[in-house]
């Protein structure tokens, strides 16, 4: 499965957009993106996932480019609930592990 | 609501203690995970059953030894544990485990272990 890449941390003002960046260059052609997030203590949350095209759900917007090798994760209307850790996946044919790494802690400020 | 739930929430146990892990999903899955969390440390893979045929074991101690006898419960079973076994310990389940292909998967809210 290819790496992911993304800032340890990040700060987004209450009812703005967060933009949650994510690299993954050595993504292979058949490698979907997921994104989940994880609130204190809860179990991760499953938000969105994409192969090529953009997305969008009632929870979040993913944008991938063109080359496939970075996304930004948006959520449009930051609120304090929006306040967890952040996780970028690639997974593609090694089976349906899914390999967390450290994740972007996003905090949501009033 | 994930559809997966994990009981207990909490539990403390001794080294020299047996107990047991439950996870149970309602969403109609025929494949589920065991995952654990500790502290500071990215989520790590533990076990994977596939139509309650076990698929995947990480390299797992046999003091946790899982046990799934049907596709919507899954157990861990605990003895002999050390206090660095303490972590956050997490079941998902998903429609299929199948390889390339998409596949989510649905986390419970964990169970907390303490190991004295």
């Known amino acids: 499965d290819a790496k992911t890449t993304q800032p340890p941390s990040m700060d987004c003002a209450e009812g703005r957009a967060a933009n949650l960046p994510c690299n993954h260059s050595t993504i292979s052609g058949n490698e979907y993106v997921y994104w989940y997030r994880q609130i204190h203590s809860q179990g991760p949350q499953y938000i969105i996932h994409?192969?090529?095209n953009n997305e969008t759900n009632e929870m979040a917007s993913l944008i991938i480019t063109e080359d496939r090798k970075s996304s930004t994760l948006i959520l449009p209307h930051a609120t304090l609930r929006d306040t967890a850790v952040y996780y970028c996946i690639v997974r593609g044919n090694a089976g349906n592990m899914l390999t967390f790494g450290g994740g972007t802690r996003l905090m949501v400020k009033p | 609501e994930t559809g997966v739930t994990q009981t207990p929430r909490h539990l403390v146990m001794g080294m020299t203690n047996k107990k047991s892990l439950k996870c149970e999903q309602h969403l109609g899955h025929n494949a589920m995970y065991w995952y654990k969390q500790s502290a500071k440390k990215p989520l790590e893979l533990m076990f994977v059953?596939?139509?309650?045929?076990?698929?995947e074991n990480n390299s797992v101690p046999s003091r946790f030894s899982p046990e799934c006898p049907n596709s919507s419960h899954l157990f861990l079973h605990l003895h002999t544990l050390q206090p660095e076994d303490s972590a956050l310990y997490l079941c998902?389940?998903?429609?299929?485990?199948?390889?390339?292909?998409?596949?989510?998967?649905?986390f419970g809210a964990g169970t907390r272990l303490s190991v004295l």
């Open positions: 059953y596939s139509l309650e045929e076990r698929v």
């Open positions: 998902a389940s998903s429609r299929a485990f199948v390889r390339d292909m998409e596949n989510i998967q649905y």
């Open positions: 994409g192969l090529k």
